[in-house]
Antibody, heavy 121, light 113 residues
Framework: QVQLQESGPGLVKPSQTLSLTCTVS??????????WNWIRQHPGRGLEWIGY??????HFSPSLKSRATISVDTSKNQFSLNLNSVTAADTAVYYC??????????????WGQGTLVTVSS | DIVMTQSPDSLAVSLGERATINCKSSQSILNSSNNKNYLTWYQQKPGQPPKLLIYWASTRESGVPDRFSGSGSGTDFSLTISSLQAEDVAVYYC?????????FGQGTKLEIK
């Protein structure tokens, strides 16, 4: 059973870069043609898809495209999110999630537990 | 972007009764080439990540109790819990995966009356 675990700083200063890593265990990040996604949830609010990496291809929400990058480190079985020039509006719980395509591409069948990132000086 | 709108925002139902949550998309999310609606339902309990319940609008994910069912096509969809159990208390989200960017409804909080 694949498991995902987010890690990274819980506090980031405004204007700096938010960097998170998702470690995949129980399976290879390179196998099966999965899409590896980042999704966030602002406190007490709904869900916002950030983007995905599929092999070496990435796609982002237009609202974040200019600030976000996602990369994969196959040697560590990890994928990472960088979000630059953060503001308080980027305070959220950040989830990594896998889309195997088995439930239709774009459905997220495995999620990490999430990590809260607070943007504050 | 496709806007997903759920109703109601919150819902209180007695144990054993039926609960229905509605979801409307701002444009059709029916793929005419395979006749599938790209609509997914998730359940989120406090302190947990969302859990996939139903995909393609009406297909239950493996292990999801059969009291959960999804219906609808085009722009109008519903999630029904036929007989509410205490463990079903959660926030439910719909999501379209027809177009990028993927978008979610605002959530419906389901409680026990």
């Amino acid at each position: 059973q694949v498991q995902l675990q987010e890690s990274g700083p819980g506090l980031v200063k405004p204007s700096q870069t938010l960097s998170l890593t998702c470690t995949v265990s129980g399976g290879s990040i390179n196998s099966g043609g999965s899409y590896w996604n980042w999704i966030r949830q602002h406190p007490g609010r709904g869900l916002e898809w950030i983007g995905y990496v599929y092999y070496s291809n990435t796609h982002f929400s237009p609202s974040l495209k200019s600030r976000a990058t996602i990369s994969v480190d196959t040697s560590k079985n990890q994928f990472s999110l960088n979000l630059n020039s953060v503001t308080a509006a980027d305070t959220a719980v950040y989830y990594c999630a896998r889309d195997t395509g088995a439930s239709g591409i774009g459905s997220f069948d495995f999620w990490g537990q999430g990590t809260l990132v607070t943007v504050s000086s | 972007d496709i806007v997903m709108t759920q109703s109601p925002d919150s819902l209180a139902v007695s144990l054993g009764e039926r609960a229905t949550i509605n979801c409307k998309s701002s444009q059709s999310i029916l793929n005419s080439s395979n006749n599938k609606n790209y609509l997914t339902w998730y359940q989120q309990k406090p302190g947990q990540p969302p859990k996939l319940l139903i995909y393609w609008a009406s297909t239950r994910e493996s292990g999801v109790p059969d009291r959960f069912s999804g219906s609808g096509s085009g722009t109008d969809f519903s999630l029904t819990i036929s007989s509410l159990q205490a463990e079903d208390v959660a926030v439910y989200y719909c999501q379209q995966n027809h177009n990028l960017p993927y978008t979610f409804g605002q959530g419906t909080k389901l409680e026990i009356k």
